[in-house]
């Protein structure tokens, strides 16, 4: 099969289209076709050698696919040859064919695109286990999305937005804010001219936001912390602006103010299978119902997967990029 490797991971590292062996389904396991990947800031960083996969898992990037199931092991009760499904991947998802366990793997909703599909595990994954799981985000409060603009920033507004929420979002540029309106912000800050948590006290007439789901990290830190009301949580899942940043306790502990920080790669496979199934029952039925979609920005090839990165990294893209075999 082809799949995209990475030559010479480190901060020269290149994407390149390979030939490897194809992959075999254990017991539990799930074998697919895949239709198109996500692709994810993590991939990057993968390239650049800053986030090594998993014991066990697969050289080559690739965190979630969409496809058709080609094959199941033995003791796969659920899925048969033929389903539509998306699966959440530890790695490997660049490539015609994936392997995964059968508990990460979800059916396409309903009215949704197969290839578009792939834009959805790792994005609805992440938002309802930050937001509801730990954020404890709740239907009448205020929370800020960093990065409303990327894969997974769009959706976050969406299903905060569905959950009832009041969706303050950070976007760069007249444009992408404008977007992020139209997908329910109330409130979008242009992070190229504005001070978000002077706009967050503004908009909340000084309360602050109940919830932070942040990608920046270092930098932001106490800007964060700033923007929370009483009681408020901050919720750290990446790292855009450094991994190191400076904070103000008083102001923390002014607040009651909790800050958790989160990964969903690493996590053990039972807890996996559980935010996949909390993830199907709660978010799939918004996104049949239309409440919640994903935003694709491109479609790209597999022998062009390097633009794609470039096309990430540059910060052009507005919600996911997509490679399709």
Known sequence: ?????????GPSGKLS???????????????????????????????????????GAPDW???????????VGPGV??????????????????????????????????????VDAAALPEAACTVWNNLVDVGRLRAGEWVL????????GTLAIQVARALGAHVVATAGGAERTARCAGLGAEVVVDHRTQ???????????????????????????NDNVRALARGGRLVVIGMQQGRRGELDLGALLARRGTVTGTLLRSRPAD??????????????????????????????PFDEAQ???????????????????
Not at 3 to 8: N, R, Y
Not at 82 to 109: I, N, S
Not at 145 to 152: A, K
């Open 1 to 9: 099969m082809r799949a995209v490797t990475i030559s010479g991971p």
């Open 17 to 55: 289209l390979s030939t490897l062996n194809h992959p075999n389904a254990g017991q539990s396991d799930v074998l697919i076709d895949v239709a198109a990947a996500g692709v994810n800031r993590a991939d990057l960083l993968q390239r650049a050698g800053y986030y090594p996969p998993p014991p």
């Open 61 to 71: 990037p690739g965190l979630e696919i969409s496809g058709t199931v080609k094959r």
């Open 77 to 114: 009760s659920r899925w048969r040859a033929g389903d539509r499904v998306v699966a959440l991947l530890e790695g490997g998802g660049y490539a015609e064919q994936a392997v995964v366990r059968e508990t990460q793997v979800l059916p396409v909703p309903d009215g949704v695109d197969l």
């Open 145 to 152: 999305v960093h990065g409303g603009s990327g894969g997974i």
């Open 195 to 221: 001070d978000f948590a002077d706009e967050v006290l503004r908009a909340t007439d000084g309360r602050g936001v109940d919830v932070v789901l942040d990608l920046l990290g270092g930098r932001a830190l």
């Open 271 to 300: 807890e996996k299978a559980r935010i996949v199934a909390d993830t199907e029952q709660h978010v799939w039925p918004l996104v049949a119902a239309g409440r919640v979609r994903p935003v694709v920005h491109a479609r790209i």
């Open 307 to 325: 633009s794609a990165h470039d096309l990430l990294e540059s910060g052009e893209a507005f919600g996911k990029v997509l490679l399709v075999p």
